[in-house]
C-alpha cells in the first residue's frame, strides 16, 4: 500500500500541473480542516498614504490597558512632551474586555514587500500592524461598537496628555544666500504652562459656575451651533482693575478645555491685511485673546476711523475690520474657537465691541471679596477651617478695595499663616486708612472751594450800572 502510495503521488507529481496541484490541495484542506471561531481583524498603519485612524487610537488606547503580563514595552519622550510615552513592543499581546468579551490584540511588525509600486514609503523597511482577534459572533459588537469607542477613547486620552501651546507675534525673516527676506508677521510658539485653574481663581462661586458651565455648554455643542447656522465660536469680555485675574482667568479657560492660546497683541500689527493673515493662521479648539483692548492701540473705531485713515497710511488697522473679520470670515473658516478680549476700562470701549450678540459673556473681575480671599488662603497657606483673625478680616474687606493680586502677594510672604494673615490685617487697614484719607481729602477740598466761592461773591463789587440798567428795563417794561 505504501508502494501504492508512493507510486501514486509520483505519478500525480508528474502528471498534475503545479497551480492545479495547489488548487486540490486548498479545496481538500478546506472542507477536511477543523472550523475556527475566531475572527481576526487587521489594522493596518497606514491606508494608502494616510494614516489610518483606527491604528492610531489602538496604539493610544492600548498603553492603558498594558498588563502586568506583558513582557516587553517601548518608552520614548521628545523634548516637549511632558510623560513618557509607553508603546508595545513586537509581537507583544493584550487582551482587553468590553462589555464581557474578551478581546486579543497582537502587534506585529512584518518585513514590508520589497519593490511594492502601492507603497508610498519605500525606505519604509516594515510594516507594522495590529491584529484583533474574537470570537465570530461578536463582529458587529466590535465593528459598531468597540471600534468607535476606542477612537473617542483614545482621543480623550490624547487630549489629556496634549501639550498646550501659547502663540505670540513674531517678526520673521529668511535668508536667500547674502540677501535677507522679510516674511512678515506671524505666530511663535511655545509651552503653554501656566499652572492657573479654576481651583486657584478667586472668584465669586455663581460666577465661576457660570463661566465653567458656559465653557461646558460650548464645546458639547457642535450639532445646535450647525442646525442654528452659527459659527461654533464664544465671545468673552473680561473686565475689572488690574491684579483682579483676568489673564489667569484666560489660563484656566485654557487648561480647563485644553484650548491652546493666541495672544494677538495689536500694538505689533499694523495693517488690517495682516491681522487677517494672523487670525486665519490660528488652529482650531483655540483662544485668541486681545489683552487691554482699550489701550494696547488706539485703533480707529467707527466714529473717526475713516477720517484717520487718509491721513495716516502707516496705520491701517481699525477695530471694525477686526470685529467684522472676526464675526465674518474668521469664525467660519474653523471650529470650537474662543475669543476673549480683556480691558480696565469698561466704560472707555467703542460701542461697537460692546452691542449685544458681539460678546457672548461680559465677566466682571472685581476687587477680592471674603469669599475669595478664603479661597486664596487655602490655596496658599492650607487653611481649609477657621483662623481667629477671619471675622477682623471679613469686616476690613467689606470697606476695603483690595484685589486678589495683593492679598496673594500679602499671603506669599509667610509659610507661616499667623504672620501672613497679620500682615494681610495691617495691609487692609493701611488701605482703609488710604481711602478714608482721600475721602476726607475730597471733602475737605470740596468745603474749602465752597468757601473760596462764597469769598469771591463777597468780594466782588457790586455793579450799579447793571442794576440801574436793569431797572432802566423794568421800567421800560
Ligand atoms: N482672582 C484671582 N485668583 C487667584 N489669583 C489671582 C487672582 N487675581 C490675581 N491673582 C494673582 O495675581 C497675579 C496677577 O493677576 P492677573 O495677571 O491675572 O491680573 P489681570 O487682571 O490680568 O491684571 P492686568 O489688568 O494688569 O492685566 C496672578 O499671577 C495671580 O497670582
Ligand atoms: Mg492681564
Known amino acids: 500500500m505504501t508502494a501504492s502510495i508512493v507510486l501514486f503521488r509520483s505519478m500525480a507529481n508528474e502528471l498534475i500541473p503545479h497551480p492545479v ?7 481538500f484542506r478546506y472542507f477536511f480542516k477543523p472550523r475556527s471561531q475566531v475572527l481576526t481583524l487587521v489594522v493596518d498603519e497606514l491606508d494608502g498614504i494616510l494614516r489610518n485612524q483606527v491604528y492610531d487610537a489602538a496604539e493610544t488606547y492600548l498603553c492603558t490597558k498594558i498588563s502586568p503580563d506583558t513582557d516587553r514595552l517601548k518608552v520614548c519622550k521628545t523634548p516637549k512632551e511632558k510623560k513618557l510615552t509607553i508603546k508595545l513592543e513586537k509581537g507583544e499581546k493584550i487582551v482587553d474586555n468590553y462589555e464581557g468579551v474578551e478581546l486579543r490584540w497582537r502587534f506585529v511588525c512584518a518585513e514590508a514587500e520589497k519593490n511594492n509600486p502601492h507603497d508610498h514609503f519605500p525606505s519604509r523597511s516594515e510594516k507594522r500592524f495590529f491584529e484583533l482577534g474574537f470570537h465570530k459572533k461578536h463582529k458587529d459588537m466590535v465593528l459598531n461598537s468597540y471600534l468607535p469607542f476606542i477612537v473617542d477613547r483614545a482621543k480623550t486620552v490624547r487630549e489629556e496628555h496634549r501639550v498646550l501651546k501659547m502663540h505670540t507675534l513674531s517678526n520673521s525673516q529668511s535668508y536667500g544666500g547674502i540677501v535677507r527676506y522679510w516674511e512678515g508677521i506671524k505666530w511663535d510658539s511655545i509651552n ?11 472668584m465669586e462661586p455663581d460666577l465661576k459656575n457660570a463661566v465653567i458651565e458656559d465653557l461646558n455648554r460650548f464645546v458639547k455643542r457642535k450639532k445646535f451651533y450647525k442646525r442654528v447656522g452659527r459659527a461654533w465660536k464664544r465671545g468673552y469680555l473680561l473686565y475689572g482693575p488690574p491684579g483682579t485675574g483676568k489673564s489667569s482667568l484666560v489660563a484656566a479657560m485654557a487648561n480647563h478645555l485644553k484650548f491652546d492660546v493666541y495672544d494677538l497683541q495689536l500694538a505689533n500689527v499694523m495693517h488690517d491685511s495682516d491681522l487677517r493673515k494672523l487670525l486665519l493662521a490660528t488652529g482650531n479648539r483655540s483662544i485668541l485673546v486681545i489683552e487691554d483692548i482699550d489701550c494696547t492701540v488706539d485703533l480707529p473705531d467707527r466714529r473717526h476711523g475713516d477720517g484717520r485713515k487718509q491721513h495716516d497710511h502707516h496705520l491701517q488697522l481699525t477695530l471694525s475690520g477686526l470685529l467684522n473679520f472676526i464675526d465674518g470670515l474668521w469664525s467660519s ?17 467703542d460701542p461697537a465691541l460692546l452691542r449685544p450678540g458681539r460678546m457672548d459673556m461680559h465677566i466682571h473681575m472685581s476687587y477680592c471679596t471674603f469669599h475669595g480671599f478664603k479661597m486664596l488662603a487655602s490655596n496658599y ?13 471679613e469686616e476690613l474687606m467689606k470697606n476695603t478695595e483690595a484685589t486678589p493680586a495683593q492679598v496673594a ?3 506669599m510672604k509667610s509659610e507661616d499663616a499667623d504672620i501672613a494673615l497679620e500682615g494681610l490685617v495691617k495691609l487692609l487697614k493701611r488701605k482703609n486708612f488710604e481711602a478714608e484719607d482721600q475721602v476726607d481729602e475730597a471733602e475737605n477740598r470740596i468745603v474749602t472751594q465752597r468757601a473760596a466761592k462764597r469769598q469771591k ?17 423794568k421800567r421800560r417794561y
Open 21 to 27: 496541484r495547489g488548487y486540490l490541495l486548498s479545496t
Open 192 to 202: 503653554l504652562e501656566h499652572p492657573s485653574t479654576f481651583d486657584t481663581l478667586a
Open 333 to 349: 473658516c474653523g471650529d470650537e474657537r474662543i475669543i476673549v478680549f480683556t480691558t480696565n476700562h469698561k466704560e472707555k470701549l
Open 381 to 393: 497657606l492650607e487653611i481649609d477651617g477657621y483662623h481667629q483673625l477671619y471675622e477682623e478680616i
Open 409 to 411: 502677594e500679602e499671603l
Open 457 to 473: 461773591i463777597e468780594k466782588k463789587p457790586k455793579r450799579p450800572v447793571r442794576a440801574t440798567r436793569r431797572k432802566i428795563t
